[in-house]
C-alpha cells in the first residue's frame, strides 16, 4: 500500500497558491515521491483548520506569511506582522502538533519575526520570490521522510537482510535451533521466521545498547521525544511496570516524602519499597454503585500539597483505567509552586497527543516525568513502553543508573522496533485512526443504549460525587457499560461473549463491562459486538439484585518506612483464629507485605501498616463471601490464609530506626 502525504498551502493570493500547488505536484510526477507527497489548498486560516480536522493526510502545512502587498509596495507598513498567519500557525499546533509547519516569507526580517513569534513550533520557510518549486518540494518530501524515518526498526532490517551467521546469543541462533525439530518446529512456523531472525543481541554494534544508547536507538529515541512533545524520551522493554520504579529511585533518597494516590497502580508502590520512600496515602474516589475508582479529589490533593510542601515527588495517574482523567494543570502548577515535581503515569493514555479530543496530555499540562504504555493503546508490543522527560532538573546520569538496574541486559529487539514503528504509525496516521476510534466509540454507544437492556455510562454517571466540580473528563475510547438491567451477572455476561461470541472484554466490575478501543478496532469488531450485545439483550432475563462494592476501610497509619518493613523476615500470622473469626492477635502488628484484593486491586494494607480490626475483618469477610476474589500478597501455607508481619522484636527495632 501506497502512502498518502498532504501538503496542504494555505495562502489568500489565489495566483500564488495555484502556482505553489501545481509546482509541487509537478515535482512529485517527475522525481522520486515513496511517500506519496501531493500538495492541496485553502484561502484562509479558517479553511486550513478545518482541512487539518477533516483531512487525516496532511502532514504538512505550507502557511503564506505574506500581508499580499502590491508589486513594487516597499512601505515600514507591510513590514508588520501577519497576525492572521500566525494565529493560523498556532491553531494548527493546538490541534495536531504532529504535523510539520513551513512558512512562505517575504524577506529576512519577516523571518525574524517569525522566529519570534512562532520559535521552534516552524519548521521551516521559503522565500516568496525564490519560487523554486522542484527545489520546495524535495525539501518538504525530505522532511515527511524524516518524520516517517524509523532508524531502529530500518537498521534492524538490514541486519537481518545480511543473514549474518550467528556466533552469539541468543541460543535458537535466529531459529535455526527450531528448524527440522519433530518437537518445536510448530514455533518457528507460528512465530515466524523475521521475528526469530530479528531476535538479536547487544553482539550487534550495528544495532546499538538499549542501556547506552548512541546509535539508531538514540536516534528513535528522540524522534519519539519531538513526537510526544517532551525533551527526552527513553524506551523500555518491562512496561511501565518499571518504568515507574526507575523514575521513583531516580527521584526519591530514602526517607524522601511521596505524595500518591492509594490506588496507584501496584508498581507505584512497588517504587515506594525500592526508593524507601515515605508516603503520604490520598484517598481515591469511589462511585460504589458501579465500583469504580477515580481520582483523588482535587481539593485532598491541593490540601495535602500545601500541608506537604516539603515532599519531593507527587504521582498520579491519568486517565485511569476507565478513562477517567484529571484537569493536571491546576494541579501540577500547585505542586510546582511548591517545587514538587509531578510524575503522570498515563499507562493506558498514550494515544492522546494525537487528537484534539483526547488532549492536552500530561506533559502538555506541564508533568516533569510521565510513563506510557506504548503497548496498552498504540501498535507496540506487549511491555513496550516509553518514559517521557520534561523535568528542567533532570540528572540523566542518575536516571541512567536506575533504569540499567531494571532493564534486561538482554532486552528483545522486536519490542524495541515496535516502539520505532508504533511512534511512527502515531505520527504519520495516528489522527486519522483515532478519528476513527472516536467515531466507532460514538456509534458503538448509541447502539448499545438502544438494545435496552445495555447501557454506556456517561461521564455524570461514572463520577463519584466527590470529583463533581474538579473538571475531570473521560476518554471516550474506554467504554463502560452498565449490565444491571440485563439480568446477567458480569461473570455470566463475560463467559457467553467469550464463549458463544468470540469476544474478550478487557474487565468489569460487578455490575458493568468495560471495552477498550484503540486503533486496533475495526468496523467489522464494532458490528459482531452490536449484533452479540443485541441477542443478549433479548433474551431478557429476570431482574437481579447486584451488591454494591463493599466500603474499604480508610488508612490506618504507618508505622514505619514501607521498605523498612518490607525488608525484615518477619512472621506469618493466620488470618483467621481458631473460630474461623478475624484473628485479634494480628491487631496492631505490622503488615510487611502489600495486601491487594482483585477487583478492585487497591492495597487494602501496605508494608509498614498498623493493621486495625476494620482491615482484618474486611479481609475476612472478602475471602469468605467472594468466590472469585484474588488476594495478592497473603502468605498462603497448608490453605490457610496468612500475613506476613513484623515480629516483636523487628517492630521495636525498625520503630526505633525510623525514630532517628
Ligand atoms: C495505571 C497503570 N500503571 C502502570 C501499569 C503497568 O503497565 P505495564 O503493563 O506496561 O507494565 C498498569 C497496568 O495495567 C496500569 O494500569
Keep these: 500500500m501506497q502512502p498518502v502525504s498532504h501538503v496542504l498551502v494555505v495562502s489568500a493570493d489565489e495566483s500564488l497558491r495555484e502556482r505553489v500547488i501545481g509546482g509541487?505536484?509537478?515535482?512529485?510526477?517527475?522525481?522520486?515521491?515513496?511517500?506519496?507527497?501531493?500538495?492541496?489548498?485553502?484561502?484562509?486560516?479558517?479553511?486550513?483548520?478545518?482541512?487539518?480536522?477533516?483531512?487525516?493526510?496532511?502532514?504538512?502545512?505550507?502557511?503564506?506569511?505574506?500581508?499580499?502587498?502590491?508589486?513594487?509596495?516597499?512601505?515600514?507598513?507591510?513590514?508588520?506582522?501577519?497576525?492572521?498567519?500566525?494565529?493560523?500557525?498556532?491553531?494548527?499546533?493546538?490541534?495536531?502538533?504532529?504535523?510539520?509547519?513551513?512558512?512562505?516569507?517575504?524577506?529576512?526580517?519577516?523571518?525574524?519575526?517569525?522566529?519570534?513569534?512562532?520559535?521552534?513550533?516552524?519548521?521551516?520557510?521559503?522565500?516568496?520570490?525564490?519560487?523554486?518549486?522542484?527545489?520546495?518540494?524535495?525539501?518538504?518530501?525530505?522532511e515527511v521522510a524524516q518524520k516517517s524515518d524509523t532508524p531502529f526498526?530500518?537498521?534492524?532490517?538490514?541486519?537481518?537482510?545480511?543473514?549474518?551467521?550467528?556466533?552469539?546469543?541468543?541460543?535458537?541462533?535466529?531459529?535455526?535451533?527450531?528448524?527440522?525439530?519433530?518437537?518445536?518446529s510448530d514455533f518457528y512456523d507460528f512465530v515466524g521466521e523475521e521475528m526469530l531472525r530479528a531476535d538479536l543481541s547487544v553482539s550487534v554494534p550495528m544495532l546499538d545498547s538499549l542501556l547506552h544508547p548512541t546509535g539508531v536507538i538514540a536516534q528513535s529515541q528522540r524522534l519519539a521525544a519531538k513526537a510526544f512533545g517532551a525533551r527526552a524520551t527513553f524506551f523500555a522493554t518491562n512496561g511501565t511496570s518499571t518504568s515507574n520504579k526507575v523514575i521513583f529511585q531516580t527521584l526519591l533518597t530514602p526517607g524522601a516524602k511521596l505524595l500518591l494516590d492509594?490506588?496507584?497502580?501496584?508498581?507505584?508502590?512497588?517504587?515506594?519499597?525500592?526508593?524507601?520512600?515515605?508516603?503520604?496515602?490520598?484517598?481515591?474516589?469511589?462511585?460504589?454503585?458501579?465500583?469504580?475508582f477515580g481520582p483523588v479529589?482535587?481539593?485532598?490533593?491541593?490540601?495535602?500539597?500545601?500541608?506537604?510542601?516539603?515532599?519531593?515527588?507527587?504521582?498520579?495517574?491519568?486517565?485511569?483505567?476507565?478513562?477517567?482523567?484529571?484537569?493536571?494543570?491546576?494541579?501540577?502548577?500547585a505542586a510546582h509552586a511548591k517545587g514538587i515535581k509531578v510524575v503522570v503515569d498515563e499507562a493506558w493514555y498514550g494515544h492522546a497527543r494525537?487528537?484534539?479530543?483526547?488532549?492536552?496530555?500530561?506533559?502538555?499540562?506541564?508533568?516533569?516525568?510521565?510513563?506510557?504504555?506504548?503497548?496498552?493503546?498504540?501498535?507496540?508490543?506487549?511491555?513496550?513502553?516509553?518514559?517521557?522527560?520534561?523535568?528542567?532538573?533532570?540528572?540523566?546520569?542518575?536516571?541512567?543508573?536506575?533504569?540499567n538496574m531494571h532493564a534486561s541486559t538482554s532486552p528483545q529487539y522486536n519490542l524495541i522496533a515496535s516502539l520505532d514503528?508504533?511512534?511512527?504509525?502515531?505520527?504519520?496516521?495516528?489522527?486519522?485512526?483515532?478519528?476513527?476510534?472516536?467515531?466507532?466509540?460514538?456509534?458503538?454507544?448509541?447502539?448499545?443504549n438502544s438494545t435496552g437492556a445495555f447501557r454506556v455510562l456517561e461521564l455524570e454517571d461514572m463520577l463519584p460525587a466527590e470529583l463533581r466540580g474538579d473538571d475531570i473528563l473521560l476518554d471516550p475510547t474506554k467504554l463502560t457499560i452498565d449490565i444491571s438491567a440485563s439480568g446477567f451477572s458480569a461473570d455470566e455476561l463475560r463467559e457467553a461473549l467469550i464463549e458463544r461470541f468470540n469476544i474478550q472484554v478487557e474487565k468489569n466490575t460487578h455490575n458493568t463491562l468495560t471495552l477498550l478501543l484503540t486503533i486496533g478496532t475495526t468496523r467489522s469488531k464494532v458490528s459482531r459486538l452490536f449484533d452479540a450485545m443485541l441477542r443478549l439483550a433479548k433474551e431478557r432475563r429476570p431482574p437481579r439484585t447486584y451488591l454494591r462494592t463493599p466500603q474499604a476501610p480508610g488508612f490506618s497509619q504507618l508505622a514505619c518506612l514501607p521498605r523498612d518493613a518490607f525488608y525484615e523476615a518477619g512472621e506469618r500470622v493466620s488470618l483467621l483464629d481458631d473460630n474461623g473469626h478475624p484473628n485479634p492477635h494480628l491487631i496492631g502488628r505490622v503488615c510487611c507485605d502489600q495486601i491487594v484484593p482483585?477487583?478492585?486491586?487497591?492495597?487494602?494494607?501496605?508494608?509498614?501498616?498498623?493493621?486495625?480490626?476494620?482491615?482484618?475483618?474486611?479481609?475476612?469477610?472478602?475471602?469468605?463471601?467472594?468466590?472469585?476474589?484474588?488476594?495478592?500478597?497473603?502468605?498462603?501455607?497448608?490453605?490457610?490464609?496468612?500475613?506476613?508481619?513484623?515480629?516483636?522484636?523487628?517492630?521495636?527495632?525498625?520503630?526505633?530506626?525510623?525514630?532517628?
Design 153 to 184: 526498526y530500518d537498521k534492524l532490517r538490514e541486519y537481518v537482510a545480511l543473514a549474518k551467521d550467528s556466533w552469539h546469543t541468543p541460543g535458537h541462533g535466529g531459529g535455526d535451533s527450531f528448524k527440522g525439530s519433530a518437537w518445536v
Design 24 to 142: 509541487l505536484n509537478a515535482a512529485a510526477a517527475r522525481l522520486e515521491n515513496p511517500h506519496g507527497v501531493f500538495a492541496i489548498g485553502a484561502q484562509t486560516g479558517e479553511a486550513a483548520l478545518n482541512a487539518v480536522l477533516a483531512d487525516g493526510d496532511i502532514q504538512v502545512v505550507l502557511v503564506d506569511h505574506g500581508d499580499h502587498r502590491r508589486a513594487g509596495d516597499h512601505s515600514a507598513m507591510h513590514k508588520a506582522p501577519n497576525r492572521a498567519a500566525v494565529l493560523t500557525l498556532q491553531r494548527i499546533i493546538e490541534l495536531r502538533p504532529e504535523l510539520s509547519l513551513y512558512m512562505m516569507l517575504e524577506d529576512d526580517d519577516t523571518k525574524l519575526l517569525v522566529e519570534a513569534l512562532a520559535s521552534d513550533a516552524v519548521d521551516g520557510y521559503f522565500f516568496r520570490d525564490e519560487e523554486d518549486l522542484g527545489g520546495w518540494f524535495r525539501i518538504l518530501a525530505a
Design 354 to 403: 494525537f487528537h484534539p479530543e483526547l488532549r492536552p496530555t500530561a506533559l502538555e499540562c506541564g508533568a516533569d516525568y510521565v510513563t506510557q504504555s506504548t503497548h496498552k493503546v498504540l501498535s507496540a508490543f506487549s511491555q513496550a513502553s516509553m518514559i517521557h522527560v520534561n523535568d528542567a532538573g533532570f540528572d540523566e546520569h542518575l536516571f541512567r543508573e536506575n533504569f
Design 297 to 333: 479529589p482535587r481539593a485532598t490533593l491541593l490540601r495535602a500539597i500545601d500541608e506537604h510542601a516539603d515532599a519531593r515527588v507527587l504521582i498520579l495517574t491519568s486517565c485511569t483505567y476507565d478513562g477517567l482523567r484529571y484537569d493536571l494543570k491546576p494541579i501540577i502548577a
Design 262 to 292: 492509594r490506588n496507584c497502580h501496584k508498581s507505584v508502590h512497588h517504587g515506594v519499597i525500592l526508593s524507601g520512600a515515605r508516603p503520604v496515602y490520598l484517598d481515591s474516589s469511589v462511585n460504589r454503585q458501579f465500583g469504580i
Design 421 to 448: 514503528v508504533a511512534r511512527k504509525q502515531a505520527v504519520m496516521e495516528g489522527y486519522k485512526l483515532l478519528d476513527r476510534s472516536l467515531r466507532f466509540a460514538r456509534e458503538l454507544r448509541e447502539k448499545i
Design 598 to 660: 482483585y477487583p478492585p486491586g487497591i492495597p487494602l494494607l501496605v508494608p509498614g501498616q498498623l493493621i486495625d480490626s476494620g482491615a482484618i475483618a474486611f479481609l475476612a469477610r472478602l475471602l469468605q463471601t467472594q468466590k472469585s476474589i484474588d488476594v495478592h500478597g497473603l502468605a498462603g501455607l497448608d490453605g490457610e490464609w496468612q500475613l506476613r508481619v513484623l515480629t516483636q522484636s523487628e517492630m521495636q527495632l525498625v520503630v526505633e530506626r525510623n525514630a532517628r
